[in-house]
């Protein structure tokens, strides 16, 4: 369903269990970053209303999934510790098509977001089938269904301000960038992307 070209290396979810307090700590600040992206689109937006219609609800469960995550390091005892670079997403801002009309540079974003969001709903969903705490595969298993509705958003938000045509063309050609990304990037058991 989420149509990503390139699966999460095996080896990562090994890493990540080990490593699982920095996950929660990274998932905390990728949970943070995506209710601001969503604020910032409807802001840049603002006369977008289908857009706002459609983020506004976005914002709230990714503030309530931050608000999850915080409670899931305060059950450990683990502090929330300071915001880390994320490298797949500086990467995926580095290769935006600039130029273009008003509404292919809200496709842009539109399908950065999307691509954020299926990755993550990707590795929600290993976490959820192969990690041995089954607390946390419950609560993974639930987030994975919620950013596969988020993912979905994006692209139906790109259809109501592109052509389909255009849609389909560039969130495939977003898909090779991604691939291609994820190919390059160092396996790291700390970070979500």
């Known amino acids: 369903m989420l149509g990503l070209k390139l699966p999460t290396d095996p080896r990562w979810v090994n890493i990540a269990e080990k490593n699982i307090a920095e996950i929660l700590i990274d998932h ?7 209710a601001s992206s969503c604020i910032s689109l409807i802001i840049q937006y603002p006369e977008r209303e289908k857009l706002r219609e459609v ?8 503030w309530a999934h931050f608000r999850m995550v915080i409670r899931e390091l305060e ?13 797949y997403v500086i990467q ?3 290769s935006i ?9 809200l496709g842009e974003r539109l399908f950065i977001n999307a691509l ?15 990690i041995q705490d089954d607390s946390l595969k419950k609560f993974y298993h639930e987030l994975m269904i919620s950013e596969a509705g988020h993912y979905v958003n994006f692209i139906d938000l790109a259809k109501e301000y592109l052509p ?6 560039r969130w495939n050609e977003w898909l090779e960038i991604e691939a291609s990304i994820i190919t390059n990037l160092e396996i790291r058991g700390d970070r979500v992307h």
């Not at 954020?116 to 192969?130: D, G, K, P, V, Y």
């Open 97 to 105: 098509r600039h130029g273009g009309t008003q509404d292919q540079q």
């Open 164 to 169: 389909a045509e255009y849609v389909k063309q």
């Open 55 to 62: 983020l506004m609800p976005v914002v709230s469960e990714e």
């Open 116 to 130: 954020i969001e299926a990755r993550s709903c990707e590795r929600f969903r290993i976490l959820s089938q192969e």
């Open 28 to 34: 905390a600040y990728c949970e943070q970053k995506a």
């Open 75 to 87: 059950k450990r005892g683990l502090a929330l510790g300071k915001p880390r670079k994320d490298e």
């Open 92 to 94: 995926l801002n580095a």
